[in-house]
């Protein structure tokens, strides 16, 4: 079995693994779960593409890629950290069915 | 031969790891614990495959004078882990932080004390904390 073999199934369950995290980030329940699985998927993303560039053997050019994908995901966590900071508390919980105020009758209705 | 074999160890080892992070991401139940699992599980398991990877780059060298530029290459690899193992600890702390902060309830054991309601007594969204 050659390496670049071994790096298409490796990339494969890789992908695979990944699956778990997007079903997190579907289902929730509060929104930094999703960021936290969204970053996940980052980290894992410049894995994968130093995956591809060992398959076409093209490394030295796809480490540059993965550097800046990686540079990327942890200044978007942050971000999304610093506004769930900053906005009033409350926004990352689970959503509460709470009942839809009734509109006011606007003078044309009355 | 020898190479491809340490290098493939050290990528299957980072992908069980990473299996563990997965499964701990499904299962976990609340938001604190699944934070731990994805961070921990997440940092190492890229690291060991980066690793794995930056050694079956050495299966071409053959001494410094002709073959320098895969030490460059093996140095930009290194500098990624390394760059990962900084920043994917210091974002996963980032966010628990932020959740702390916006008071995402932990599930606690019955007759375990709650320390977020120490932090904040009225436990309601409709009080003012900045």
């Known amino acids: ?110 | 031969m020898i190479i491809s074999i340490v290098s493939g160890f050290f990528v299957v080892v980072g992908l069980a790891i990473f299996f563990g992070a997965s499964v701990g991401l499904i299962r976990f139940p609340d938001f604190y614990s699944r934070t731990h699992a994805a961070g921990k599980g997440d940092t190492l398991s890229t690291l060991l495959v980066l690793v794995g990877l930056a050694i079956y780059q050495l299966k071409d060298f053959e001494g410094f004078a002709e073959s320098w530029p895969i030490l460059l290459i093996i140095a930009k690899l290194i500098a990624v882990s390394l760059f990962i193992l900084i920043t994917s600890p210091t974002s996963t702390h980032a966010l628990m932080d932020a959740g702390w902060e916006d008071q995402v309830e932990p599930t606690i054991e019955p007759n375990y004390p709650n320390h977020l309601e120490d932090d904040y007594p009225q436990n309601d969204s409709s009080n003012e904390i900045n």
């Not at chain 1, 790096?7 to 960021?35: C, F």
Request: aromatic share 10%.
């Open chain 1, 1 to 110: 079995m050659t390496f670049e073999l071994f790096s298409i199934l490796a990339g494969v369950v890789l992908l695979l693994l990944m699956l778990p995290a997007m079903w997190r980030i579907v289902r929730g329940p509060t929104a930094l779960d999703r960021i936290v699985a969204v970053n996940v998927i980052g980290t894992k993303t410049a894995v994968l593409l130093i995956f591809i560039g060992v398959i076409y053997d093209r490394v030295e050019m796809f480490v540059d890629f993965a550097l800046a994908y990686a540079l990327l995901n942890f200044t978007g966590s942050i971000a999304a950290a610093r506004f769930l900071h900053k906005t009033e508390p409350g926004r990352g919980q689970i959503p509460k069915n709470e009942p839809v105020p009734e509109p006011t009758p606007t003078p044309d209705e009355l």
